[in-house]
């Protein structure tokens, strides 16, 4: 007959994705290692609290189901209709989080690395940044309506003479 314990974290072995799982009221007996139920990776911490479902084919065989809720592990949000990622320890250090149709990601950095990337917005895309560096596109980037840089438009401005290099007109 399956079994579902409450223990707490004894130890993590990072690589191979499981843990040993110590349970106080089986006067401290500490379980060989068992794998985590999941298909990402977020291991959890020495003395974590975690449900773990032990199989009928012996006490030594399980699987670790997770952290439950509850007073050292609270939700940081709730209500209906929200799905929510956190990605660090830290409740909304990096996370992602979708409600109502917005989806919200927030991260110190992010890193896409695509073969070919496409952004697509029915009205309206707005940047907020601060270039600290220059930007290397590395290979072609389009507009199909116009870019503007410096408050110069890419596409109506003009130059003062035909010669190469020669300034571009003040207004446009």
Same mark, same amino acid.
């Given at each position: $007959?399956?079994? &579902?314990?409450?223990?707490?974290?004894?130890?993590?072995?990072?690589?191979?994705?499981? +843990?040993? /799982? *110590?349970?106080?009221?089986?006067?401290?007996?500490?379980?060989?290692?068992?794998?985590?139920?999941?298909?990402?990776?977020? $291991?959890?911490? &020495?003395?974590?609290?975690?449900?773990?479902?032990?199989?009928?084919?012996?006490?030594? +065989?399980? /699987? *670790?189901?997770?952290?439950?809720?509850?007073?050292?592990?609270?939700?940081?949000?709730?209500?209906?209709?929200?799905?929510?990622?956190?990605?660090?320890?830290?409740?909304?250090?990096?996370?992602?989080?979708?409600?109502?149709?917005?989806?919200?990601?927030?991260?110190?950095?992010?890193?896409?690395?695509?073969?070919?990337?496409?952004?697509?917005?029915?009205?309206?895309?707005?940047?907020?940044?601060?270039?600290?560096?220059?930007?290397?596109?590395?290979?072609?980037?389009?507009?199909?309506?116009?870019?503007?840089?410096?408050?110069?438009?890419?596409?109506?401005?003009?130059?003062?003479?035909?010669?190469?290099?020669?300034?571009?007109?003040?207004?446009?």
């Amino acid at each position: $007959m399956e079994t &579902v314990r409450f223990g707490k974290i004894s130890s993590v072995n990072y690589e191979a994705g499981t +843990v040993r /799982v *110590v349970y106080h009221e089986k006067d401290d007996c500490v379980t060989s290692e068992i794998p985590l139920l999941s298909s990402e990776y977020m $291991m959890p911490e &020495v003395d974590d609290a975690v449900l773990v479902l032990h199989l009928s084919n012996g006490a030594e +065989v399980g /699987v *670790v189901l997770g952290r439950p809720w509850g007073d050292e592990n609270k939700p940081p949000e709730g209500s209906q209709g929200l799905w929510r990622k956190d990605l660090d320890r830290e409740a909304g250090k990096g996370m992602l989080r979708y409600k109502g149709g917005t989806l919200t990601i927030k991260m110190n950095k992010v890193v896409l690395e695509a073969k070919e990337l496409t952004v697509k917005a029915e009205t309206t895309i707005t940047e907020n940044t601060t270039m600290k560096k220059d930007a290397n596109v590395g290979q072609t980037l389009t507009a199909t309506t116009d870019c503007i840089g410096g408050g110069k438009s890419l596409k109506s401005h003009t130059h003062t003479s035909a010669a190469p290099g020669s300034p571009t007109s003040p207004t446009n």
